[in-house]
């Protein structure tokens, strides 16, 4: 008689990502600074973080926020190259002085806009920079069972909508586009035309699989547009 498997005997057998609660519990920051580390490196092992671009930011337990240097070489980031800043993105307390990530105040624009965010990821990952050349103001799919990895969607079958934001070097004229369009910004991710993407989550877990889900997507579409 065939025996049903239990959830646990699955995700023993299949390594299914265990999602419950415990996800959400933040771990401590030194343990934050070495996984949040890792995935840069790996990150940038994939091609997403080319000639010291891109930056990383975690919120620790006291609230702090934590931003990845400026200027380091990602494939040999390590869990002491983040620095603390202020709200204002100006770096802080023993760090004072260093040179926090140019887009720092977008990180700090995030946390205010959605205060459970504890991790902010960036990437220069290439399809999202082809696809965001080549539509106006947002990112429009539907029917890909992905889309479940964002948090908040339970089924394939929906319609959803990331925007599109004009690149600028003008970051703080950048933070205030985010404050005016947060109606839109409804899955924790945004694209910046021909730059990358920004995801963000509760959990690094959780701020992975939002970046990871729009980086399969971008690459499904822009697929799908050069063949159509
Ligand atoms: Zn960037």
């Given at each position: ?6 959830e ?10 265990k999602i419950?609660?415990?996800r959400l519990k ?7 600074k ?6 840069i490196r790996?990150?940038n092992s994939?091609g997403?973080s080319p000639?010291?671009s891109t ?16 200027g380091?070489d990602k ?5 002491n ?9 100006v ?5 004072e002085g260093?040179?926090p990530?140019a887009?720092?105040?977008i990180?700090?624009?995030i946390y205010e806009?959605?205060?459970e965010t504890?991790?902010i990821?960036?990437s220069?990952s ?12 947002k990112?429009i799919?539907?029917?890909?069972e992905?889309?479940k ?11 959803i909508?990331i925007p599109i934001f004009?690149?600028t070097?003008d ?11 947060k109606?839109k910004?409804?899955n ?6 021909k730059h990358g993407?920004?995801?963000w989550?509760?959990t690094?877990?959780?701020a992975k699989?939002?970046l990871?889900?729009l980086?399969?997507l971008?690459?499904c579409?822009w ?6």
């Open positions: 008689m065939l025996k049903v498997k239990s646990k005997e699955l995700r023993l057998q299949f390594g299914f990502p419950n609660s415990k933040q771990m401590s920051s030194s343990q934050l070495i996984e949040l580390a890792e995935t790996h990150y994939k997403w000639a010291t930056n990383y930011s975690f919120k620790d337990e006291m609230g702090s926020i934590w931003v990845s240097k400026s380091i494939s040999l980031f390590q869990s190259d983040f620095i603390t800043v202020t709200n204002e993105g770096s802080s307390g023993e760090f260093l040179k990530s887009e720092t105040l990180h700090c624009a806009l959605f205060p504890t991790v990821l960036h220069h290439v399809y999202p920079v082809l696809i965001s050349s080549q539509l106006a103001d990112l799919v539907s029917g890909y992905i889309q990895g964002f948090e908040g969607q339970t089924t394939h079958d929906n319609t909508e004009d690149n070097q970051i703080t004229a950048f933070a205030k586009t985010l404050f005016q369009n109606s910004i409804q924790h991710t945004f694209l910046m035309r993407t920004y995801a989550g509760r690094l877990f959780e699989r939002h990871e889900t980086e399969y971008c690459q579409e697929m799908v547009q050069r063949n159509s």
